[in-house]
């Protein structure tokens, strides 16, 4: 089916064409005309399933219809929990717009900047404002927008603007819309204050849920290797070189370990760099970029980078640690595989962590070999209390004593 024939003016239609968007994704297909309709919708959506369009589209053929902006007016508010995720979304509007025969406006923000170019470009009102709710406050404050005719509020991941505990700021941000507005929620779960929020926040919305991110083999080829914590680093260098992977995301545990697993690699012959929230905007900024621009082979992340941010045709996503739940481990992978372009998505398995990845596999539905690379056997000894330990919460199984204590004598009685 066609973007046109889901009421997209033809001029939209182009514009998504331009960008290569062809043939709609099942959110946009179900987002475009509920959208076009006025009424509020809930959508179940992540990133990769196309979401962002599926707002953009519908909202700037409302604002070409009924054109101009005056001062300090903002027509759609589109709240975000990250300056990652603003800076994307404002790109897809921009892109969006381009080519329409009516100029539409619009400002992104967020924190960690300055605030005086943000005021500047706010200078003359702005149709589409992106934005993090405490940076829009600020603004509110100094007077460079208002918010009493907002006729659209966009929530992106409304999930994580929750887990990032920015509901008070959002609370005060409410206050400043009018009663009489659309509400378009997408959120990628739905735990209990997320949905209370919804409904607190919707009228009769249209439900939408579409698949979630896909994970089939075909599109995600999943692997798993065993190897000692401590080595690692050797295996994930070997396999860059030995498997020629190009611009690979390696997920860490902490911003330490993110650091530390890049200058390792770049001492080497590869080009490593960091991306985690420990640095300033503008380092991440960078690293991004410069990531996207394909200039480096290999950046090494925390889980900052695991939602959100979409950077197409990833082709190798490794697990340097483990993700804590099989939710985080659907999110990371997500990260490669992107619209139907194929990926390879690597988790590196210690004998410490294999109770967890075990667990993981298991929420997955998932069961991969255990590959060991010749050289790189695993030699690490569990110690029998820390055997079930890897999962939080969750006391050792009688099968995670056996294995620890037949780990300790040389052998699993649990493989064949
Ligand atoms: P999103 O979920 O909005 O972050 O989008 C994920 C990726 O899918 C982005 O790289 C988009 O450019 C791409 N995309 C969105 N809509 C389509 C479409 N209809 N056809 C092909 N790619 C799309």
Do not use: C
């Amino acid at each position: 089916m066609p973007f046109h024939a889901l009421g997209l003016a033809p001029a939209l239609a182009q514009a998504a064409a331009e960008l290569g968007f062809t043939t709609p994704t099942p959110i946009q297909a179900a987002a475009v005309p509920a959208v076009l309709g006025g009424g509020d919708v809930l959508a179940t959506a992540q990133t990769g399933s196309g979401k962002t369009a599926a707002y953009v589209l519908p909202l700037l053929q409302r604002l070409i219809a009924s054109p101009g902006h005056t001062p300090r007016r903002v027509r759609v508010l589109v709240l975000v929990p990250t300056r990652e995720l603003a800076a994307q979304v404002g790109e897809v509007v921009r892109s969006l717009a381009q080519h329409l025969p009516t100029k539409t406006k619009t400002a992104v923000v967020f924190g960690g900047v300055s605030i005086n170019p943000q005021m500047l470009a706010l200078r003359g009102g702005a149709d589409v404002v992106v934005a993090t709710p405490g940076r829009l406050l600020d603004l509110v404050e100094h007077n460079a927008l208002k918010l009493n005719s907002v006729d659209v509020l966009v929530l992106d991941e409304a999930d994580r603007l929750l887990d990032l505990g920015f509901a008070d700021e959002l609370s005060r941000v409410l206050a400043l819309l009018p009663e009489a507005r659309q509400n378009l929620f997408f959120s990628a779960t739905f735990p209990s204050a997320v949905q209370e929020l919804a409904n607190r926040l919707l009228r009769e919305p249209r439900r939408i849920d579409v698949p979630g991110i896909q994970v089939e083999e075909a599109v995600v080829v999943q692997q798993a290797y065993l190897v000692d914590t401590n080595r690692r680093t050797q295996l994930l260098r070997q396999l860059i070189k030995t498997q020629g992977w190009q611009r690979v995301l390696v997920f860490v545990a902490t911003q330490y370990l993110a650091e530390r697993v890049a200058a390792k690699l770049h001492q080497g012959d590869l080009y490593a760099t960091s991306f985690h929230g420990g640095l300033s905007q503008g380092a991440r900024k960078q690293a991004l970029d410069e990531f996207k621009e394909k200039r480096w082979d290999v950046v090494v992340t925390t889980d900052l980078a695991a939602r959100g941010i979409d950077i197409s045709q990833l082709p190798v996503v490794v697990n340097y640690d483990l993700p804590r739940s099989a939710v985080d481990y659907v999110h990371r992978i997500g990260r490669t595989g992107r619209a139907g372009a194929s990926g390879l998505a690597v988790s590196f398995v210690t004998p410490a962590s294999e109770a967890h990845w075990h667990l993981i596999e298991k929420r997955q539905g998932l069961s991969l070999p255990l590959e060991v690379v010749p050289g790189l056997e695993p030699t690490e000894v569990v110690p029998v209390v820390e055997a079930g330990g890897g999962v939080k919460g969750k006391r050792p199984s009688k099968k995670d004593k056996l294995r620890a204590a037949a780990l300790h004598a040389g052998g699993d009685p649990l493989k064949p």
